[in-house]
């Protein structure tokens, strides 16, 4: 079972229509996103009113749907420009969080040359 470290998380970033459950957005990831649903992948989808989030996620033998709706804040969102990017398990986190995703910046590599 992937974990939420483990696996890529996409960010679907044009608003979709959250009526939409697992059979929907399942199908909005295999047809215009060219992902399979059921990688163990996350994706990551928005409202137009920037107040809710849903994330589809597979997990060994069935889908999860997370529901976030935030009561007192709008959610920091990319440009609508592309269908998808990928975020960071950082990102997402502060994503969720109601913060700047953008400022989540992956730590370059570090190669250690010293162990003492």
């Given at each position: ?64 749907l997370l529901y976030k709706r935030n009561e007192n804040y709008k959610f920091i969102f990319p440009s ?37």
């Amino acid at each position: 079972m992937l974990s939420l470290f483990d696996a890529k998380v996409w960010f679907y970033k044009k608003p979709v229509d959250f009526r939409r459950g697992v059979d929907g957005l399942s199908m909005l990831v295999a047809d215009t996103l060219q992902l399979d649903p059921a990688s163990g992948q996350f994706f990551v989808f928005r409202n137009r009113q920037a107040d809710k989030v849903k994330i589809l996620w597979w997990s060994d033998n069935g889908f999860y749907l997370l529901y976030k709706r935030n009561e007192n804040y709008k959610f920091i969102f990319p440009s609508e420009h592309d269908q998808a990017i990928e975020l960071t398990s950082s990102q997402l986190q502060c994503l969720l969080s109601g913060n700047d995703y953008r400022l989540q910046f992956k730590p370059a590599p570090v190669k250690p040359s010293h162990f003492f």
